[in-house]
């Protein structure tokens, strides 16, 4: 089978260095094009500074970088453009007929394009369908924890949120947080985590009809907060529910829960797409990331303000940025979207 040639933009940053790992294995995804900044252009892609673990990969290291063109070799991009410049970039690639699936704040809450989680909003999908060129977004990486884990609920009917994450350090970047911030301490604020918390679960939750996403009306407060934890976002959540299901019944919601990529058993996919962790101490970003994918849960409680509470924890450089894009691609090839 002919794999789908791809690109992606921002392909030296932390993320861009992420979407050429994983797709560098892909079984359905050939990498032929990297886009960077003036800095990388006319440079192999090895001469630039590899940040994650392990090495570059091998048929990558020889490609050179390209900047200033909208001519790739590619059927689809991968955006990991810094925010402020992928409004207008991912705008040009998309009219020019490209398939652009971005992992980049700029249009995510933009009217005309679907702001996606693969297992949670599917048919948001249907807004580009029969288009030629276009963008699909994913949310912000404690959106998608979040989210993962408030989707097994969805049937119960949220009637209000109230999150405070625990977003780890690679979730800045790097070269991230200043050591002296962070070492031995928590810091109370990141900059516009709390306005995309709040303003994107409302879309994502929302019903699509006529084309337009209506958006949810549950109400959502959030607290970010950056702690000293180099991978994994750990979010703790009180939600409200329309019902009154036991423990039981929402412990079975989520051993029971699968999404449209379990059931049509794409390559990102994971089994499951939620863990529930039994165990009084978990989940933990240090032992419940498994390969990246998976969001896990636990600690599932009766709270005295809202009715339920729980953590939830998962990656916020694979499930939370590369590898959610990567699923979304997956999910339109599969539904003959490209």
Not at 40 to 48: I, M, V
Not at 122 to 132: A, I
Request: hydrophobic residues 40%.
């Amino acid at each position: 089978m002919r794999k789908l040639k791809c690109g992606i933009l921002g392909a030296t940053g932390a993320v861009g260095q992420r979407f050429v790992q994983l797709l560098s294995e892909h079984s359905d995804f050939e990498l032929t094009s990297l886009y960077a900044s003036e800095r990388s252009a006319g440079k192999k892609y090895g001469e630039r500074n590899w940040m994650l673990e392990g090495d570059v990969p091998e048929e990558i290291r020889d490609v050179e970088v390209v900047t200033n063109t909208l001519d790739l070799d590619a059927d689809i991009i991968f955006s990991a453009l810094p925010g402020g410049l992928a409004k207008t970039l991912e705008r040009k690639f998309a009219e020019k007929g490209y398939v652009v699936c971005s992992n980049t704040r700029d249009n995510r809450m933009e009217n005309d394009v679907p702001l996606v989680i693969s297992e949670v909003n599917p048919e948001h999908l249907e807004m580009v369908k029969d288009k030629r060129g276009f963008i699909v977004t994913n949310p912000n990486c404690s959106a998608i924890v979040m989210c993962m884990a408030l989707k097994p609920l969805a049937d119960f009917e949220i009637k209000a949120v109230n999150v405070t994450t625990l977003q780890a350090i690679s979730g800045a970047g790097y070269p991230g947080v200043a050591s002296l911030d962070i070492l031995g301490n928590i810091l109370p604020y990141i900059k516009g985590e709390e306005e995309k918390m709040e303003s994107e679960p409302l879309k994502i939750f929302g019903k699509l009809n006529n084309g337009k996403i209506e958006k949810a009306s549950f109400k959502m407060s959030a607290s970010c907060t950056r702690v000293p934890v180099v991978e994994g976002h750990t979010i703790s959540i009180q939600v409200k529910l329309g019902g009154s299901p036991t423990l039981e019944e929402i412990a079975e919601a989520y051993t029971s829960f699968e999404g449209m990529p379990q059931k049509l058993n794409l390559p990102s996919a994971p089994f499951p797409p939620v863990i529930l962790k039994k165990e009084e101490d978990r989940p933990q970003p240090k032992r419940d990331l498994g390969d990246g994918m998976p969001v896990a849960v636990g600690r599932i409680r009766k709270d005295e303000v809202l009715g339920y509470k729980l953590f939830a924890v998962g990656s916020n450089t694979i499930r939370g940025a590369a590898g959610a894009s990567i699923l979304n691609a997956e999910l339109l090839d599969a539904l003959g979207y490209l």
